[in-house]
């Protein structure tokens, strides 16, 4: 049997500790080519490149390993590699491992669930993971088994069409994570503070962007019970917008324009 | 009773004519405060500023009409206004009018939508235009009365909580559009093309993005049909992610990890 061909990619720039984790635990099974940006990304979104062109560096080629870096952002980088670095579909698109959590409402932020949403737009299974540490040394010893169980389970069974993974991980305790949980996106909100600073030389203020997290539920079934619990979550994603149950509830405003 | 306050925003920057005519429209109807990009910033998405320091400008301060411009995207400005600028929280906020398509799944893409995405999630009613029109001196006489429709009933009504409206405009062909359709978003992709060029001076290649919209459906009941029938479309949307039909499918994945 040929073997998978996996496309890795993130959004903490190529040479963040967490996608050089990934890409480690992904070369042993399949063909592997990487494309991430070459700077950090967070925070990007489902972001593309339009106003600068986009160039791409080839960082090393070996067998069954390809690494390249664009000046792009996330989704820039899936589409970049679906439409002209490879000349055949990846059976696989992982993303991450992200510094930072991307559970709850932080998926519409995150451009490492942005890459894997884009994969899943292209109708490629693909799965974002992301660890609840920012530390550059953030300890993954305890998600790899749970990536290498979900990245196989998805390379033999596939996933649902124009689906995506979000998995998140605890921060590591150094102990065996509370097994694994698929959950859906809990309702959460961040209430942001900005953060006055004057400016030396000119006098004038300047911000920063400091929000705080505030969960909105309870709830057992939601990914941010499950890190709570110091489970794995996984939530099964897609790209609809569509609020379907206010259709019919909106159905009399299309009548009466004056 | 006290007029409502409504907060402006877009994508194309605070100088783009479809800004300038959505403020037009919004005066009559209560305060209105604009805080919009200083430039285009079209296709950030979700994406938020977390790596250069904000900073706005006051651009003009009349009675019940204020406008600033911030160095940042669209879901900075939402965020800005309502936790920096704004001392009570606006009633409604409304986002473009963009010069393109949102519909589908360029929601996604979106910065317009990213700005009436974050609106909700402040649970603030948030309705974003655009229309399919990519010209600077996009016609925008037939929108009117829509918007001034949709804008009305939201300020008499509200919305259910967490929700925004992504409404497009078909290209006016100089006639009434053929009425308002609540629908749901349309499956499509984008197949990209990336145009290759050569760098004058360095001789290295560079790329720019140039798509091609496919339509993955010809559902009656889409906001894509709406609109190739000269209709407005209107989909209800909110910003939960989680593909519910998958949770029971993937529950074995919970079991069996070595």
Redesign the interface.
């Known amino acids: 049997m040929e073997k998978p061909l996996i496309l890795v990619t993130n959004d903490d720039g190529i040479n963040a500790p967490g996608i050089r984790k990934l890409i480690e635990l992904m070369k042993p099974l399949g063909k592997v080519v990487v494309v991430a940006p070459e700077t ?1 990304q ?10 600068i ?4 560096h080839l960082i090393q080629s070996q067998e069954d390993y390809t690494e390249y870096s664009l000046n792009g952002t996330p ?2 980088c899936v ?2 590699a ?3 670095l490879l000349s055949s579909p990846p059976d696989l698109i992982v993303s991450g491992i992200n510094h930072g959590s991307n559970a709850s ?1 932080n ?3 995150s451009g490492t669930m ?1 890459a894997a ?1 884009e994969g899943a ?3 490629i299974p693909s799965i974002g993971f992301s660890i609840l540490d920012y530390a550059h040394n953030a300890r993954f010893d305890e998600a790899e ?2 990536i290498l ?2 990245v196989k ?1 998805t390379l033999k069974k596939g ?2 069409p ?2 995506a993974l ?1 998995v998140n991980f605890p921060k590591s305790l150094e102990t065996d994570y509370k ?7 809990s ?1 959460s ?6 953060e006055e ?1 004057i400016h030396p030389s000119t006098g ?6 400091k929000g705080s997290f505030s969960l909105l539920e309870e709830s057992h079934d939601t990914d941010e019970y499950a890190l709570k619990n110091y489970q794995v979550s ?14 019919e ?3 009399s ?2 009548n009466n ?2």
């Open positions: 950090a967070s925070a990007m979104g489902h972001a593309i490149t339009v106003r062109p986009l160039q791409f989704v820039d589409k970049f679906l439409h002209q409402v998926i519409i932020y942005g949403l737009m292209a109708n088994k749970y169980h979900l389970l996933l649902e124009y689906t979000n097994g694994l949980k698929i959950c859906r996106q309702r909100y961040w209430k942001e503070d900005f600073r004038k203020a300047y911000f920063w962007l996984v939530v099964p994603v897609h790209f609809d917008f569509t609020h379907y149950q206010q259709i509830a909106l159905r405003w299309e324009l004056t």
